[in-house]
């Protein structure tokens, strides 16, 4: 259904997000090492 389809593209939309900031937060702490 359409609800689902808006649904899934949030979810994929915000594990990219968080995907980013754990990218760098993980490159923070390497150049603060």
């Known amino acids: 259904t359409l ?3 808006i ?3 949030l979810s ?3 594990k990219s ?3 980013e900031v754990y990218i ?3 490159m ?3 150049l603060h090492m």
Do not use: W
């Open 3 to 5: 609800s689902n389809t």
């Open 7 to 9: 649904n899934l593209k």
């Open 12 to 14: 994929i939309g915000n």
């Open 17 to 19: 997000y968080y995907e």
């Open 24 to 26: 760098q937060e993980r």
């Open 28 to 30: 923070a702490k390497v």
